[in-house]
Nanobody, 121 residues
């Protein structure tokens, strides 16, 4: 079973910065594909950022240029550096980890419990 743990949320003023971290683990072999999503009050869970298997990061349009994702494959860790935060960035941020086997077959998808980011104006 895949376990996903996020950290780094908090309260910040508009224009400030926060860094989120996510770490995935499993008792069996996994090549993890990890990404960040967020869910604001009364909203759906939306994609924020992820890093593809080729190492390239992709971002939602509304965070492009403000957020930067990076990964440590050896530690199965995904980090999201957020700057220029806006009140509309207020949300619960979730990390998603997809476990792939050696043949790149998807075995399991797991979500973390989420970490709250609150941006005040």
């Amino acid at each position: 079973q895949v376990q996903v743990v996020e950290s780094g949320g908090g309260n910040v003023q508009a224009g400030g910065s926060l860094t989120l971290s996510c770490r995935a683990s499993s008792a069996r072999y996994c090549d993890f594909d990890m990404s960040w999503y967020r869910q604001g009050p009364r909203k759906e869970r939306d994609f924020v950022s992820g890093i593809r298997n080729d190492g390239d990061a992709n971002y939602a349009e509304y965070v492009q240029g403000r957020f930067t994702a990076s990964q440590n494959k050896e530690r199965n860790q995904l980090t999201l550096q957020m700057s220029g935060l806006k009140p509309e960035d207020t949300a619960m941020y979730y990390c998603k980890a997809e476990c792939y086997d050696l043949s790149w077959n998807l075995r399991e998808t797991s979500w973390g419990q989420g970490t709250q980011v609150t941006v005040s104006s």
